[in-house]
Nanobody, 122 residues
Framework: QVHLVESGGGLVQPGGSLRLTCAAVGNIFSIDDMGWYRQAPGGQREHVATIAAGGYTNYADSVKGRFTISRDNTKNTVWLQMNSLKPEDTAVYYC????????????????WGQGSLVTVSS
């Protein structure tokens, strides 16, 4: 089986930085898009950033210039570097992948991580 393991959330002061990590674990052959979503308290889940297998990136307007998404296809891992954090960035951040093809030719259409709480507060 394939699953996603997230790490790196925590408490940070406004203006600070955090780095989230998401590793896809299992007998993986390839992964399509990898990305991050977030859900603030009382809010809906929203897109934060996505990176395609070839490296093309897409960001929400609210994080452009502050967040950077990257991935290592050899490690099946995606990162979200978050700089200049604001209180409004407080949310649970979820890792998401598009289709994952395993070495046994099984295809997962989409997977979600368990969520990482990021709190920006002084």
């Amino acid at each position: 089986q394939v699953h996603l393991v997230e790490s790196g959330g925590g408490l940070v002061q406004p203006g600070g930085s955090l780095r989230l990590t998401c590793a896809a674990v299992g007998n993986i052959f390839s992964i399509d898009d990898m990305g991050w979503y977030r859900q603030a308290p009382g809010g809906q889940r929203e897109h934060v950033a996505t990176i395609a297998a070839g490296g093309y990136t897409n960001y929400a307007d609210s994080v452009k210039g502050r967040f950077t998404i990257s991935r290592d296809n050899t490690k099946n891992t995606v990162w979200l570097q978050m700089n200049s954090l604001k209180p409004e960035d407080t949310a649970v951040y979820y890792c998401n992948t598009g289709a994952i093809l395993t070495l046994t030719n099984y295809r997962y259409l989409e997977l979600w991580g368990q969520g990482s709480l990021v709190t920006v507060s002084s």
